[in-house]
């Protein structure tokens, strides 16, 4: 397992990685590892798999739903801006059909209101926009190994990227059931 997260850490670009049971797992241990919970909001696209929005709601926080850019199928940063509120602390961007879109503004975006860019690969494993590798744009980022992505895993199975040391150490400690240290799970 460590042999793994570690190649696959490297794989990426990313410091740490941390095997989970899913992609959702993986959105979910994010943002309990950001301290995101309830009186928070967090913005997600109205075009893609219910984890985004669930994952908010499991946490206690509102998924807020944008609208998505026609031309790439992604969260549209005009609606971003139009969806903004003191409130937003995060925003999970899914990279939609292999497909990364030009993420500079939304970065820059995100950087500058202080809010959380959780990146979902989970459909972009491999694909790359300017030698920029799929799952190093956010503050962390998602993969899935579900059967229907491009790296499927018997089973299924997520992966949690980082390049914080300590968010690594927590997610560790959330897919083990705290290792009664925390309240975690299976």
Avoid at 1 to 8: H, L, M, P, Q, R
Avoid at 59 to 77: E, K, N, Q, R
Avoid at 104 to 110: A, D, R, S
């Amino acid at each position: 397992n460590e042999d793994f997260e570690e190649s696959f850490a490297r794989r990426i670009g990313r410091k740490y990685c941390v095997s989970v049971a899913s992609a959702t797992d993986a959105l979910h241990f994010t943002l309990l590892a950001h301290g995101i919970g309830v009186d928070d909001e967090v913005l997600v696209t109205d075009f893609s798999w219910i984890s985004s929005s669930a994952c908010a709601s499991m946490v206690g926080a509102t998924p807020v739903f944008c609208d998505i850019d026609l031309d790439s199928y992604h969260i549209s940063l005009d609606s971003i801006k139009r969806m903004y509120s003191d409130k937003v602390k995060a925003i999970i961007y899914p990279h939609l059909f292999g497909n990364i879109s030009d993420m500079q503004y939304i970065q820059k975006f995100c950087e500058e209101k202080n809010i959380k860019f959780i990146e979902d690969a989970c459909q972009s494993f491999g694909a790359n926009r300017n030698g920029q590798q799929a799952g190093t744009y956010g503050d962390v980022s998602t993969l899935s190994f579900n059967a229907n992505k491009p790296v499927a895993g018997l089973a299924g199975g997520g992966a949690f990227l980082t390049d914080n040391k300590e968010e690594a150490n927590l997610v560790r400690k959330l897919r083990r059931h705290g290792n009664n240290e925390v309240l975690g799970y299976n």
